[in-house]
Antibody, heavy 122, light 107 residues
């Protein structure tokens, strides 16, 4: 069974850059089609940030697209999230997730990491 | 963006009760819908995908139905471990979106 573990700073200053990594264990990052980032805050609930294919193709939420970069490192079996120009509104629990192909349209998230709280504050 | 509206936002129920949660999309999503259970401090856990397919290891008391814009999660006989928050999630189109959650509490 695939396991996912987020890591990164828990505190980021306003206007700074949030950087998180998701370590994948129990399977190869190249074996799944897509890998995703989702965040959860009291004010906005669950918000899909974006996803990356193991070849490096990405899809982003248009609301965040100008500030987000998701990348993959197959040699380390992990993928990463970078969010620039953060504000207090970016304070949330950030989850990485594995995506599986559905029978019809789109792909669904089947495994989630435990999540990591990132607070934006000076 | 497709908006997902869940109802109710919270409910109180007793063990062995039948519980139904609904999710309505602002446009048709062709059964591209998943349901998740989340407990405090944990990531969401997949219950169903493609509206009605039970994920591996999920008890059969959970079921899903629906089509078009309207979908339902049913717990046929609520168990103590089922008290949690439930979310629907559409993956039909980008950006993927989630319902606001339904908290199931003990009566």
């Amino acid at each position: 069974q695939v396991q996912l573990q987020e890591s990164g700073p828990g505190l980021v200053k306003p206007s700074g850059t949030l950087s998180l990594t998701c370590a994948v264990s129990g399977g190869s990052i190249s074996s799944s089609q897509w890998w995703s980032w989702v965040r959860q805050s009291p004010g906005k609930g669950l918000e899909w940030i974006g996803e990356i294919y193991h070849t490096g193709i990405t899809n982003y939420n248009p609301s965040l697209k100008s500030r987000v970069t998701i990348s993959v490192d197959k040699s380390k079996n992990h993928f990463s999230l970078r969010l620039t120009s953060v504000t207090a509104a970016d304070t949330a629990v950030y989850y990485c997730a594995k995506v599986s192909p559905a029978g019809g349209y789109g792909d669904y998230i089947d495994y989630w990491g435990q999540g990591t709280l990132v607070t934006v504050s000076s | 963006d497709i908006q997902m509206t869940q109802s109710p936002s919270s409910l109180s129920a007793s063990v062995e009760d039948r519980v139904t949660i609904t999710c309505r999309a602002t446009q048709g999503i062709s059964n591209s819908l998943a349901w998740y259970q989340q407990k405090p401090g944990k990531g969401p856990n997949l219950l169903l995908y493609d509206a009605s397919i039970l994920a591996s290891g999920v008890p059969s008391r959970f079921s899903g139905s629906g089509s078009g814009t309207d979908y339902t999660l049913t717990i046929s006989s609520l168990q103590p471990e089922d008290f949690a928050t439930y979310y629907c999630h559409q993956y039909y189109s980008t950006p993927q979106t989630f319902g606001q959650g339904t908290k199931v509490e003990i009566k």
